[in-house]
């Protein structure tokens, strides 16, 4: 292989994921340095059930793709072996089952991550890791949505008994 095409294959890696560091939601670096395969294949099956993409790529092609989309203060934690999670369509989800999946295997480390395009702590993808997932949030936000309509509909309620009492 040419040195050309060599170098060409590297910026179509580079490209990749920098793409996917645009493209996703949130994105999680892990350090997975020792599990095992067995523990390796459960968690990358997590992964794809939950539509999160896990890839290991060298740490020198996604720091220059961290720079191209501007993440750069990622690059300390590009350390070191690293497996990165993208998702592009849930915020929570790889927070949720890295977090989990670290409580039981202690060897997995969650080392950074970039959430909404901002990098993350660790403190802030722990408390994302803590929130409920895409359902739980709706029904959350379906009840504080309904307790106004509810309580505005008692206080009509209220308004129009009492108008009934001064008007008999």
Known sequence: MSNSTIIEQKKQIVQEIADKFRDSKSTMLVDYRGLDVAEVTELREQMREANIDFKVYKNSMARRAA??????DLN??????TA???SNDDVVAPAKILNNFAKEHEALEIK???IEGEIATLDQIKELADLPNYDGMVSMLLSVLQA???NFAYAAKAIADQKEEQGA
């Open 67 to 72: 720079d191209a989309v501007e993440l750069s």
């Open 76 to 81: 300390d934690t590009l350390v070191g072996p």
């Open 84 to 86: 990165i999670a993208f």
């Open 112 to 114: 950074g991550g970039v």
């Open 148 to 150: 106004p309509v509810r």
